[in-house]
């Protein structure tokens, strides 16, 4: 019996599929994302775009970048060369000019020139015979003289009429073809044999509040409403906050109102919690009463702008009971099988007060009415001024709609910003950031101990979601009273607003901070006792021992050395003891150095002898330097990698 009969590959065709630029790979591109979104970039700083360029063989590879602002009219390429860094990796600096959507290609070859330049080079240093090399390179150039604009050609004849004057040695005949003049125009120049391209990557440009800045969050109605809170804008510019936060301003719920520490009996006076949005004055759309008029909103922006500050608003979406788009729209939230609207719970925490949306009702056109009405609150509160929206738990909601409205809104207007308030898990957090959020909250507030807080800053500032999601340390929120902030005293407050002001470029505190308020609901309730959530707070900012004079510091060095408003510059020194966490910031273009050095521990006083990576900081191994302390104005002559601290 015969057997099965036997399959003969037929590669006849095969290298059909192929073709000569298959030989250049081009990958590890960065910066990029997971899922081929838009990378982040801030308008006017350099962007570092690396690639892996490689092909098989010993012949040496060229690279460069094209971008372009990317619209309707697709404009204009503008090149920028690539340099090797080694293990064919590459790299180039480009500087986008203008907010908005970006793209660029990078684009590789083998540089036959420059690979025979070495070759040739490398026979004639060994005393051989290079008459054929001689005679290869001069119809290389003949090539690329082609390709050359006309001014340049006469330099490219002189040194092909060198090569080929059998006459002369072989040292002055190659010197034309080594001249560096001509070797800058040819390193410039692409070669066509084999030119390869990457798929075009996005880069969405912000502005430079995007990457950095200080954030102050206060409650309008702690001080009577908007008129008093503009007030006190003075004083949060003059502590240094490039940012004022406040909660949502629309009308309150008083269906399932919350009390003084989140119980269900408020009292007549209660004004129940700002994030239960909607009443018979009305919805997102509305300003609470009791804080103002339209126009003492506007006249709180403006006087924020005036000082050089920014308005953040908070953008909640979420209703009360009594929201208008509860008896218009029952589809937009979800029923319990009772036929009960469902209210929001993270247990053992219940928000009877607040109804979470259903931003993906089953019917298409309900979702789009929706979605559409979710965009018109952004556009209302952008016509009265504001440029930053806080998000309030975004990762309840689809990543679609993100990716929807943010795209639609900075379509029209590109300078908006969201900070999304995601304290959730890693990948959803960065799957928010990859859609469109310009900074996250982040991770920070539950890392205290020096490995942990080494670890995270590393993660954040030079993983590969750096590339795209932007991190902004908060010590404390109005939720979130962690940590050794937890019954801790000042030197608790002091350590916590230095690890987080002078690690990443974006930070925020919540008002009472720089007061030390540290009471927690309970042991186990992250919460704050007598929070103001529920609550409107009196507060004395003068008392002694407030932190406010060091507060005003911090912001006040963070904002005159540029170290501290890069992202990626972040490098640890090493240190025995594990109290004491050192690290450094620094800017080469600025010639600014900055070394933080931060007791970990709030009680007691520590010491140690540090290990500096002095060329980390732009220093020889046993070079004399000053070291000033900003803190205390204090000078220190320190000589070699171990200072005493």
């Known amino acids: 019996m015969e057997g099965p009969a036997q399959s003969v590959c037929d590669w006849a065709g095969v290298v059909d599929q192929y073709n000569v630029t298959d030989r250049i790979v081009i990958e590890g591109i960065r910066p990029s994302t997971p899922s081929g979104y838009p990378a982040k970039a801030v308008v006017g700083r350099p962007v570092r775009i690396t690639a892996d360029v490689f092909r098989d063989g010993h012949d040496i590879l060229a690279a460069r970048i094209r971008w372009r602002r990317r619209n309707g009219a697709k404009g204009k390429w503008t090149t920028t060369p690539m340099h090797p860094l080694g293990n064919d990796r590459f790299e180039g600096i480009i500087e986008p000019s203008e907010l908005g959507a970006h793209e660029f290609v990078i684009e590789g070859w083998t540089d036959r020139l420059a690979t025979w330049r070495h070759e040739v080079s490398v026979k004639l240093a060994?005393?051989?015979?290079?008459?054929?090399?001689?005679?290869?390179?001069?119809?290389?150039?003949?090539?690329?003289?082609?390709?050359?604009?006309?001014?340049?050609?006469?330099?490219?004849?002189?040194?092909?009429?060198?090569?080929?004057n059998i006459e002369g040695p072989a040292e002055s005949r190659l010197s034309g073809a080594l001249d560096p003049s001509?070797?800058?125009?040819?390193?410039?120049?692409?070669?066509?044999?084999?030119?390869?391209?990457?798929?075009?990557?996005?880069?969405?440009?912000?502005?430079?509040?995007?990457?950095?800045?200080?954030?102050?969050?206060?409650?309008?109605?702690?001080?009577?409403?908007?008129?008093?809170?503009?007030?006190?804008?003075?004083?949060?510019?003059?502590?240094?906050?490039?940012?004022?936060?406040?909660?949502p301003v629309h009308p309150i719920g008083r269906s399932f109102r919350k009390g003084r520490n989140n119980t269900l009996e408020p009292g007549p006076d209660d004004p129940g919690s700002p994030w239960a949005i909607g009443a018979a004055e009305g919805g997102h759309l509305e300003l609470h009463p009791e804080l103002g008029?339209?126009?003492?909103?506007?006249?709180?922006?403006?006087?924020?702008?005036?000082?050089?500050?920014?308005?953040?608003?908070?953008?909640?979406?979420?209703?009360?009971?009594?929201?208008?788009?509860?008896?218009?729209?029952?589809?937009?939230?979800?029923?319990?099988?009772?036929?009960?609207?469902?209210?929001?719970?993270?247990?053992?925490?219940?928000?009877?007060?607040?109804?979470?949306?259903?931003?993906?009702?089953?019917?298409?056109?309900?979702?789009?009415?929706?979605?559409?009405a979710c965009k018109e609150v952004l556009e209302f509160w952008i016509g009265h001024g504001v440029r930053i929206f806080r998000v309030d738990n975004p990762h309840t909601k689809p990543f679609a709609f993100w990716e929807w409205v943010i795209r639609e809104i900075q379509a029209k207007h590109p300078e908006i910003l969201f900070l999304a308030e995601a304290f959730t898990r890693p990948k959803l957090m960065a799957r928010l950031a990859e859609v469109?959020?310009?900074?996250?909250?982040?991770?920070?507030?539950?890392?205290?101990?020096?490995?942990?807080?080494?670890?995270?800053?590393?993660?954040?500032?030079?993983?590969?979601?750096?590339?795209?999601?932007?991190?902004?340390?908060?010590?404390?929120?109005?939720?979130?009273?962690?940590?050794?902030?937890?019954?801790?005293?000042?030197?608790?407050?002091?350590?916590?607003?230095?690890?987080?002001?002078?690690?990443?470029?974006?930070?925020?505190?919540?008002?009472?901070?720089?007061?030390?308020?540290?009471?927690?609901?309970?042991?186990?309730?992250?919460?704050?006792?007598?929070?103001?959530?529920?609550?409107?707070?009196?507060?004395?900012?003068?008392?002694?021992?407030?932190?406010?004079?060091?507060?005003?510091?911090?912001?006040?060095?963070?904002?005159?050395?540029?170290?501290?408003?890069?992202?990626?510059?972040?490098?640890?020194?090493?240190?025995?003891n594990d109290q004491i966490l050192c690290w450094s910031k620094v800017d080469r273009a600025a010639d600014d150095v900055m070394l933080m050095v931060v007791n970990l521990d709030p009680h007691n006083t520590h010491e140690d002898t540090l290990s500096l990576d002095l060329p980390a900081l732009g220093f020889d191994w046993n070079e004399t330097f000053e070291a000033f302390d900003e803190l205390t104005g204090m000078t220190f002559i320190w000589t070699g990698a171990h200072p005493y601290v």
Not at 129 to 147: D, K, N, S
Not at 521 to 535: G, H, L, W
Request: aromatic fraction near 12%.
């Open 126 to 164: 060994a005393g051989q015979t290079v008459e054929l090399e001689l005679e290869e390179g001069a119809r290389l150039l003949e090539e690329a003289a082609e390709r050359v604009p006309r001014a340049d050609r006469a330099r490219f004849t002189t040194a092909i009429q060198s090569l080929r």
């Open 182 to 247: 001509l070797v800058g125009i040819l390193d410039e120049l692409p070669d066509p044999a084999d030119l390869a391209a990457s798929e075009p990557r996005v880069l969405w440009v912000d502005r430079e509040r995007g990457l950095v800045g200080a954030w102050y969050e206060l409650f309008p109605r702690s001080y009577g409403g908007l008129a008093g809170a503009t007030e006190r804008l003075p004083a949060v510019a003059n502590m240094g906050f490039d940012v004022v936060y406040v909660p």
């Open 293 to 372: 008029t339209f126009d003492d909103f506007d006249g709180f922006v403006a006087k924020a702008r005036s000082l050089g500050m920014e308005v953040a608003l908070d953008y909640a979406l979420q209703c009360s009971p009594e929201h208008p788009w509860v008896s218009e729209h029952p589809e937009w939230f979800h029923h319990r099988p009772d036929g009960t609207i469902k209210y929001a719970e993270n247990p053992p925490k219940k928000y009877q007060d607040i109804y979470p949306i259903n931003m993906w009702p089953a019917d298409a056109a309900s979702r789009q009415a929706l979605w559409d």
């Open 436 to 576: 469109g959020f310009t900074q996250s909250y982040t991770y920070f507030t539950w890392r205290n101990t020096k490995a942990e807080l080494r670890e995270y800053f590393e993660e954040v500032a030079l993983g590969p979601k750096a590339d795209y999601m932007r991190p902004n340390f908060w010590p404390n929120t109005p939720d979130i009273l962690s940590g050794i902030l937890r019954g801790g005293g000042p030197g608790a407050f002091r350590l916590r607003l230095v690890l987080a002001a002078c690690s990443v470029p974006s930070y925020g505190i919540y008002s009472g901070y720089e007061l030390c308020e540290n009471q927690p609901m309970s042991d186990a309730n992250e919460e704050y006792f007598e929070s103001e959530k529920y609550e409107i707070k009196q507060r004395d900012f003068s008392q002694p021992g407030s932190l406010v004079p060091f507060v005003s510091r911090i912001n006040d060095i963070r904002r005159r050395h540029p170290a501290f408003a890069e992202l990626g510059n972040i490098s640890f020194h090493h240190s025995t």
